[in-house]
């Protein structure tokens, strides 16, 4: 495809730090009109930087060193011009990876779409309120009248995707970047959403450029793939053609880790009592009500749960968005409290320990977070957020804690020399493993990895999933691995629990529940995360 038959053709872009140190080398990419294109690649190859450039978005300390961007056949990006600003959020449109740090968390979820349409399509506020609401109802947003009053922090992950799709096109762009829009939900939801993609990409004839490191994702829904490798194009081609027939290496070890199997169950240790001991726990939260006098309505998260994790083993806990997978595991270690029933861990009743008692147990159980970049502090460099915690509990001596943050980067596959750096520094992909590294700084006894691999490339994922499991052989260390990505689970847990809508629904060793589910909605749940060979099949 020649550059004049492209919506969108980037030539020889060549990105640098200051000091002229590489980050993007001479890549060369098209869209077409009405085409879905991957760009594909670990954490650091260089694909975000590569799309910011399409959109004149490159933040501060990249500079354009060479190439250019066309749209429509004209240049609006190339060293030394301005960049077209008139095009973005007219022609050209993004949807961030995480939404909760892209969109104004100050302004209702309607007045940002509503600024996206007075802005660039001269509508009045209320014709533009109106276009906004209508553009949340097409994106499958249940009363979006009311949804559009609401702010981001106050709609759940499947939500907070829909709305910055619905931003995106509310202009109706002829290029619409996707970069890992959704690398955090559910499997159901990540289904829906990317049906939803591709059904409004055909309606409008949108050429997308969609940026993941999930290689189902790309069997499924893109026409062709890019892979790209420490700033380089190594691979480029039809998506059937290049994901049954690799020719680069790179390309094959990302397949290869992509299918990587599921291991052996483990025998747990049932010598001793289980760590961790859930019985009979409910949880519910108040119901927002616009009138203040009426009783308080509660929304029932857990009905009576119950959960034993024998030491040493690592458990899978899967279910979508809303079945209460990540309260669980929040009351698991104290950080929420249950309505009722009792917590225990390692013997010790949560619901009666004294404050002492929890200090010393907040050392042997760690959290790993879903959102990353919401759990670290902005203002504090990467080194300084993991040595607090040997601080804290005074664990190694103060001359000792660099070098011991040193090495839980390198664990964790970061080189030493980011940690002066702030979190505002690194890819999603990055922020997560430095996530990883704080959660292991302590050597914990119980880690709850709340989908802790989520933000992952393929073989990061694979040595974050094989250093838990060599943690486990090596220090016992026990895990509630929640999770919506059934391949980590596949590999590495030995039992696997499915919640639905509060309820434990079906439970059992991993490879008997995944291979033979009982239960319909366990079905669902498997049939919505294809792997590749499946997902080429269902390629229309």
Avoid at 125 to 139: F, M, N, Y
């Amino acid at each position: 495809m020649s550059g004049q038959e492209s919506l969108l053709a980037v030539n020889s872009l060549t990105l640098c730090t200051p000091d002229d140190r590489s980050l993007v080398n001479g890549v060369s990419f098209n869209v077409a009109g009405g085409e879905i294109v991957a760009l594909v690649g670990e954490s650091g190859s260089g694909k975000t930087l590569s799309s910011l450039a399409v959109m004149g978005l490159l933040p501060e300390g990249v500079c354009h060193r060479r190439g250019e961007v066309r749209f429509n056949g004209d240049i609006v990006a190339c060293p030394g011009k301005p960049f077209a600003y008139g095009l973005r959020g007219q022609q050209m449109a993004m949807i961030f990876q995480e939404p909760m740090s892209s969109m104004n968390p100050v302004l209702k979820v309607g007045e940002q779409i509503t600024e996206v349409l007075v802005r660039h399509r001269n509508l009045s506020w209320k014709q533009a309120h109106l276009e906004a609401v209508g553009l949340l109802d097409r994106v499958g947003i249940v009363n979006p009248a009311a949804r559009a009053k609401q702010y981001i922090h106050q709609l759940s992950g499947g939500m907070r995707q829909r709305v910055m799709i619905a931003a995106a096109i509310s202009c109706k762009p002829a290029l619409l970047i996707a970069d890992e829009p959704t690398t955090a939900l559910d499997v159901t939801i990540q289904a829906q959403i990317l049906a939803l993609l591709q059904t409004l990409q055909r309606e409008m004839a949108m050429g997308v450029l969609f940026i993941t490191h999930d290689l189902s994702v790309v069997a499924r829904y893109a026409d062709r793939a890019y892979v790209m490798h420490q700033g380089n194009i190594v691979e480029q081609g039809k998506v059937t053609e290049l994901l049954t027939s690799p020719q680069a290496a790179y390309t094959q070890q990302l397949i290869a880790a992509s299918q990587a199997g599921a291991q052996s169950a483990r025998s747990p240790d049932t010598s001793r009592a289980p760590l961790l001991q859930l019985q009979q726990v409910t949880k519910s939260y108040p119901v927002t009500q616009s009138v203040p006098f009426l009783r308080a309505k509660r929304q029932t998260v857990l009905q009576p749960t119950s959960l034993e994790i024998q030491r040493g083993e690592i458990v899978g806990l899967i279910g979508e968005s809303g079945s209460g997978k990540t309260t669980l595991g929040r009351m698991a270690i104290g950080l929420l409290p249950a309505d009722s029933g009792t917590i225990l861990f390692d013997g010790m009743n949560l619901t009666r320990a004294k404050a002492g008692e929890r200090r010393q147990m907040r050392r042997r159980a760690q959290i790993i977070f879903q959102d990353p970049y919401a759990s670290l502090d902005p203002k504090m460099s990467v080194g300084e957020q993991i040595a607090e915690p040997l601080r804290v509990h005074q664990l190694c001596g103060k001359e000792h804690i660099p070098g011991r943050v040193a090495q839980l980067l390198e664990l964790v596959g970061l080189d030493a020399s980011v940690a002066p750096r702030k979190p505002a520094a690194f890819s999603g992909g990055q922020r997560q493993r430095i996530a990883i590294a704080r959660a292991l700084a302590l050597e914990p006894d119980l880690l709850i990895a709340d989908e802790a691999v989520s933000a992952l490339d393929l073989s990061v994922r694979g040595q974050i999933l094989a250093l838990l499991a060599d943690l486990r052989d090596k220090l016992g260390l026990t895990v509630l691995f929640i999770s919506h990505d059934l391949g980590a689970v596949r590999q590495i847990c030995d039992r696997v629990v499915v919640l639905y809508r509060g309820e434990v629904t079906e439970t059992g060793v991993t490879r008997e529940v995944l291979d033979n589910p009982q239960q319909a909605y366990t079905r669902q749940l498997i049939a919505a995360a294809p792997d590749i060979q499946q997902a080429l099949a269902l390629r229309e």
